[in-house]
C-alpha cells in the first residue's frame, strides 16, 4: 500500500499487543485508499461488507482487513441514530486519519504503525494508558456505550486479557447500563461470549461480567441460580469449568464453544430436571427436557448454533447414563461420539462435589483397564445398583430401566 502511494498503517489490537509484547491475534490494516483501490493493488484481495466495505487481502491462509479510515457521523444527520437508544444503525462515511482514531473505542487500541518511519501515530494518548495499563474509553463513556453496548463487554475481556484497570470514569456507566445489552443481537453476543471466554482468561472475564452486574445479562438463569448458590456448588462449578478451559487454551488443547456453554447452562438445567424428575417425570426424559427449555431461553440473550447445541444436549443427557455400570451399558457408552466431553463433563461436576466422585473415579479407572479388569468391575454392577436404589428412595421416584 505504501509503495502504491497510500497511507495504510497498522492499527487495533494488534498494534497493542505488539507493544505489550503479546503475540497479536491478526493483524487490522487502515488505510486511506478506497477499498476499490486497495482491490487495485493486490490480486488477492476480495471485498467484503455492504454497509461499510473492507478489503480482505489474502496471505497464504492469513487474511488482512485493510479498512478505509472511516469518519465520525455528523450530529446534524439523525437518520443514523436509532432514536430511542442512540444505538449507531449507520457508519459507513470515510474520513481522515484522526477522525478514524477518534471513532474506535479504547484510547490503547486507537495506536496506528507507521512503517513510512517505524512510528506509533498516537492522537488520543494511548501510548501513556497503555504504559498505566488503562483501558479509557474516548469521548463520553455513556454515549459511546449507548452507541455500542457491546464496547461494556469489550471493557471486560482487555481488562481481564491485559490485566488492566478500567477508567473509573468508563466504570460507572456500566454498572448503570448493563440493560443496553438487550438490544445487541443475540448472535453477536454469542461471538463475544466466545471471546471473553475462550481467550486464556475466562475466570477474570466471568468474575468481572459478575463484578459489573453484566453476567446476568447474558446468563439471566445461571444468574439467578449463583445467588442461590448452596455450599458453593454452582459457582465453583463454572468456575472450574472456566479454569479448566483456560488450562487447555494454555496448553494448546483443542477447546469447544458446546463444552463452554454446556458448563455455563448446567445449573439451570440440573435444577429444572429436578422440578420434572420431582412431577413424576423419569430421569431420561427429564433432563432431556430440561435441556431443550433451558437452550430455548437462553437463546433470547445468546444465540447458539445448532452445531453447538445439539452436542451441548448430549453432554447433558449422556450425565444420566454415567450412573449405569452395567457391562453391556457401559462399553456402548464409551464408543459413544460425546462419550469423551460428557466424561470430562462428570469428572468436573464429582470435583466440584455435585456428581459421585467415586462414580466418576469408577469411568476413569473402566477406560485405562485391561479388558479382563474391566470385566471384574462390570460385575460390581450389581452392588452399585443395589446402593444406588437404597439412595434414590428417599428422594426421588424409582427410575425406569432405559431400554
Ligand atoms: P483482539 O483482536 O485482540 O480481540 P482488537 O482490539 O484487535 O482485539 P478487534 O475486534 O479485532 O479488536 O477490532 C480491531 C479494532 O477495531 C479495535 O482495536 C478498535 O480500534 C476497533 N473496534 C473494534 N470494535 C469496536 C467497537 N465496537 N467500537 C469502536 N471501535 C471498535
Ligand atoms: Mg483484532
Redesign the pocket.
Known amino acids: 500500500m505504501h509503495s502504491a502511494g497510500y497511507q495504510a498503517h497498522l492499527?487495533?489490537?494488534?498494534?497493542?499487543?505488539l507493544l505489550l509484547g503479546h503475540e497479536?491475534?491478526?493483524f487490522?490494516v487502515a488505510t486511506n485508499a478506497s477499498p476499490e483501490e486497495v482491490k487495485a493493488v493486490f490480486r488477492n484481495c476480495r471485498l467484503i461488507g455492504r454497509r461499510f466495505r473492507l478489503a480482505h487481502v489474502h496471505f497464504g491462509h492469513e487474511i488482512i482487513?485493510v479498512?478505509t479510515f472511516r469518519g465520525m457521523q455528523e450530529d446534524s444527520a439523525p437518520a443514523v441514530r436509532d432514536s430511542d437508544n442512540g444505538m449507531l444503525v449507520r457508519d459507513n462515511v470515510y474520513g481522515t486519519i484522526e477522525e478514524d482514531a477518534l471513532?474506535?473505542?479504547?484510547t490503547?487500541?486507537?495506536l496506528y504503525y507507521n512503517i513510512e518511519d517505524f512510528s506509533v501515530i498516537d492522537y488520543t494518548g494511548g501510548l501513556e494508558d497503555l504504559e498505566k495499563g488503562l483501558l479509557r474509553l474516548?469521548g463520553d463513556p455513556a454515549t459511546?456505550y449507548r452507541?455500542?453496548p457491546?464496547?461494556m463487554l469489550?471493557a471486560i475481556?482487555?481488562a481481564a486479557?491485559l490485566g488492566f484497570r478500567i477508567d473509573p470514569a468508563c466504570e460507572t456507566p456500566i454498572l448503570k447500563q448493563g440493560a443496553l445489552l438487550r438490544s445487541v443481537p443475540a448472535a453477536r453476543l454469542f461471538e463475544e461470549v466466545l471471546?471473553l471466554f475462550m481467550?486464556g482468561t475466562a475466570v477474570q472475564a466471568f468474575e468481572k461480567l459478575r463484578h459489573y452486574n453484566l453476567f446476568s445479562e447474558l446468563f439471566p438463569e445461571t444468574d439467578e441460580c449463583l445467588t442461590h448458590e448452596e455450599h458453593d456448588f454452582p459457582i465453583t462449578f463454572v468456575v472450574r469449568g472456566l479454569h479448566n478451559t483456560d488450562l487447555r487454551i494454555r496448553e494448546g488443547k483443542p477447546v469447544t464453544p458446546a463444552f463452554l456453554f454446556a458448563v455455563l447452562l448446567w445449573e439451570p438445567v440440573r435444577r429444572t430436571t429436578q422440578l420434572l424428575v420431582e412431577s413424576g417425570e423419569p430421569p431420561a426424559l427429564a433432563i432431556q427436557q430440561a435441556g431443550a427449555e433451558v437452550i430455548s431461553r437462553q437463546i433470547a440473550q445468546t444465540s447458539i448454533p445448532r452445531r453447538f447445541s445439539m452436542p451441548m444436549r448430549e453432554i447433558w443427557q449422556l450425565q444420566h447414563r454415567f450412573e449405569q455400570r452395567g457391562a453391556r451399558r457401559a462399553k456402548r457408552l464409551m464408543v459413544h461420539p460425546r462419550f469423551r466431553a460428557a466424561y470430562d463433563f462428570l469428572v468436573l461436576r464429582a470435583d466440584a462435589g455435585e456428581a459421585d466422585l467415586e462414580l466418576a473415579q469408577w469411568w476413569t479407572q473402566i477406560q485405562e483397564a485391561q479388558p479382563e479388569v474391566q470385566n471384574r468391575m462390570f460385575n460390581k454392577e450389581g452392588v452399585a445398583a443395589g446402593r444406588r436404589r437404597r439412595r434414590r428412595r428417599r428422594s426421588r421416584p424409582a427410575e425406569p430401566e432405559e431400554s
Open positions: 492499527v487495533g489490537g494488534g498494534v497493542r499487543d497479536p491475534k491478526d487490522d482487513e479498512a471513532r474506535r473505542d479504547f490503547v487500541n486507537a474516548l459511546r452507541e455500542d457491546v464496547r469489550r475481556r482487555f486479557k471471546k481467550s
